[in-house]
Nanobody
Framework: QVQLVESGGGLVQTGGSLRLSCASS????????MGWFRQAPGKEREFVAR????????YYEDSVEGRFTISRDNVKNMVYLQLNSLKPEDTAVYYC?????????????????WGQGAQVTVSS
């Protein structure tokens, strides 16, 4: 059974940076696309970024394009999200998720494994 554990969240000022990590255990990590989603208080969970199983293909939500970078290490079974130029509207709980699809998708329903979430708070 695949398990995902996020780390690296925290409090940062506007314009600052954070790096989220997600460790995967169980299953075959290199066969699974990985994604990051976020959920702010009172809002629905939304797509942030995804990477294909190989890591060669990535895709971002428009509001984070150019500021966030998703990457993965298929030897260490890790996926990362580098968050730069953070804004208060980036404040949310960030979740990593795994999909059986080779390229993943922007839809939460296509992901069958979720981490517990990591809080990111950006102060103005």
């Amino acid at each position: 059974q695949v398990q995902l554990v996020e780390s690296g969240g925290g409090l940062v000022q506007t314009g600052g940076s954070l790096r989220l990590s997600c460790a995967s255990s169980g299953g075959t990590f290199s066969n699974r696309a990985m994604g990051w989603f976020r959920q702010a208080p009172g809002k629905e969970r939304e797509f942030v970024a995804r990477t294909s199983a190989s890591g060669y293909t990535t895709y971002y939500e428009d509001s984070v394009e150019g500021r966030f970078t998703i990457s993965r290490d298929n030897v260490k079974n890790m996926v990362y999200l580098q968050l730069n130029s953070l804004k208060p509207e980036d404040t949310a709980v960030y979740y990593c998720a795994g999909s059986r699809l080779t390229y993943g998708s922007s839809w939460a329903r296509d992901y069958d494994t979720w981490g517990q979430g990591a809080q990111v708070t950006v102060s103005s």
